[in-house]
């Protein structure tokens, strides 16, 4: 590839269209068929050539897929420095596992749109081991101001099993670019310590995550309230959420009245984690939404759920005018493990 040839994924989906054109479909073919198969496209293409053995009898729903770790990037970059199009995958629907690189300079972000539309599976952010850091954002182009579909990281990937970003210093954020929106199959989730760089979730954020089982929220996650619609369905129709741990740095919930509370429809809960030293504010009582029963609206509470908060707090807690709708599910945060 030319020096400034970035790996597409209009290219490597051409891979997996001329594999599947060359064998009718067949889920399998031996690495002669590939570099028969791949020759059509590039005879020299150190991509293609490399891709070959990685999709070799890989399958999903009959079509081919490839995976990328991270020592396969030496194959793959013409150089440590080159860098990824910031839609280096997006819209490529045999796309996997992507483990990125740990020691390339050229490779330090993850970008808005990069896996946009993709068939991706897992997705990691690997310590690195040349002393840069990972970030997540955007080159901001005209082109943003007219689709807030530019400024999605993860946005309905719906074979999106798992991710890990732990290893990331910063993440920019947009209002109405909900992250995980509509992961349906998301199981395994790391977020990063941002503790001085403070990111604030905005509606709709883990919205649909219907897998997910349990989330971490580390120091430097914020969920505003204080009546503000930002925080309202943060994570709505996570319908297996049974644990969620909320940093010391979320000091307001949302509740409504009809719908878009925080937690709508969480009724699975088990385990809500308070770690905040002041009460968090709930601006009503329809935190996991509301009833409609005769002509009023009661709210929700999960039959299993149990709220921890630090133990000084919990008569604030019971007392307040919202909160107190959970009276008798407090528990003392400093008795809290993950296994209660």
């Known amino acids: 590839m030319a020096a400034d040839t970035i790996v597409t994924g209009s290219k490597l989906t051409a891979i997996a269209n001329a594999i599947r054109a060359k064998t009718g479909g067949s889920s399998q073919m031996t690495l002669d068929q590939m570099a028969t198969a791949i020759a059509g496209i590039s005879a020299t293409d150190r991509l293609f050539n490399h891709l070959a053995g990685k999709l070799n009898g890989s399958t999903y729903e009959g079509q081919f897929a490839y995976s990328i770790g991270k020592d396969d990037w030496d194959a793959i970059l ?10 280096a995958f997006a819209g490529d629907k045999w796309v996997r596992d992507v483990t990125f690189p740990d020691d390339k300079p050229g490779i330090t972000t993850l970008t808005t749109g990069m896996f946009m539309g993709s068939g991706v599976r897992s997705i990691t952010l690997p310590p690195r081991t040349d002393g840069l850091s990972w970030s997540l954002t955007t080159p901001m182009t005209s082109d943003d101001a007219y689709s807030s579909l530019n400024l999605q990281y993860f946005f309905k990937l719906t074979n999106l099993e798992s991710v890990d970003i732990s290893e990331a210093t910063s993440i920019a954020h947009y209002s109405n670019s909900p992250m995980f929106y509509g992961c349906s199959k998301l199981t395994s989730l790391s977020l990063p ?17 219907t897998s997910l089982t349990e989330i971490v929220l580390p120091p430097g996650w914020c969920v505003t309230a204080s ?10 129709n ?16 949302y509740g409504h009245q009809y719908s878009n509370g925080t937690f709508r ?11 905040a030293t002041t009460m968090v504010y709930l601006n009503h009582a329809g935190l996991f939404g509301t009833d409609y029963n ?16 630090p133990q000084a707090l919990i008569a604030s807690y019971e007392a307040d005018q919202y909160w107190s709708t959970f009276s008798g599910r407090f528990s003392a945060l400093e008795n809290y493990s993950p296994s209660s």
């Open 294 to 309: 005769g002509g009023a609206y009661t709210p929700k509470v999960p039959a299993n759920l149990t709220i921890y908060v």
């Open 193 to 209: 310590d941002l503790t001085g760089n403070v990111i604030y979730l905005n509606q709709g954020d883990f919205q649909e995550c």
């Open 265 to 275: 429809n969480c009724s699975a809960m088990e385990s809500l984690v308070l770690r």
């Open 227 to 236: 009546g503000n619609v930002s925080a309202s369905s943060v994570f709505a």
């Open 238 to 253: 996570c319908t297996s959420l049974r644990m969620a741990d909320l940093s010391a740095d979320v000091l307001g919930l």
């Open 78 to 87: 013409d150089s440590p420095a080159q860098g990824l199009n910031r839609y």
